[in-house]
């Protein structure tokens, strides 16, 4: 199979099917695509590094990738569910990554005598959570605390894809100051801001 084209909507089909499969012995339809992404790799191989092969498109599959991550986790954003929760919302979806991340980076650089700039690579890789970890607790919450327990909940629902997308973020501009032989860490902290507001509007 030649060209990027066949080679990517291949890899789609086998990553769609794999999925479906998996959810049937109830895991998680993303290992199967994991798994058929390692098998196409391993099946094609060379093909894929060719002139054009799929490999050329990598850095731009990876941009629509992390786009549309981004756009999951901001319509999963309820304005309604944002304004009912306040500040308390904003708070857990921030505080608790932020604190992980710098945690995570201090002792990657202390421990590991990594570079500050991979060590903090390495912490936003550490500090961004799952909800797919975080929600079965919360759930237990729900059932041994009743109403106070959904309570509680909401907030953490709502601040959940606000995690997400900071640690996106955080991932990127860290990784950008790790790669760049001149880092600005000025305009990089500052553009920030500037993807958020973008990603909003």
Known sequence: MDGWLPQLLGLFALSFAAGELIKKIK?????GSLLAGLAYAAALGPSLQSPNGIHTMSSDL?????SLILLRAGFSVSIKDFRESGSIALRLGTLPLLGDICLASLASYLLF????????VLGTVIGAISPAIVIPGLVDLIETHGERGKHVLKPLLVGAPIDNILAVLLLG?????ALSPNPNLLEMATSVPLRVGGGLA
């Open 27 to 31: 895991l998680p339809c993303v290992l």
């Open 62 to 66: 990876r941009l629509v990738v992390l």
């Open 113 to 120: 005598d990594l570079e500050p700039l991979t060590a903090l």
């Open 173 to 177: 501009v860290a990784l950008e100051m």
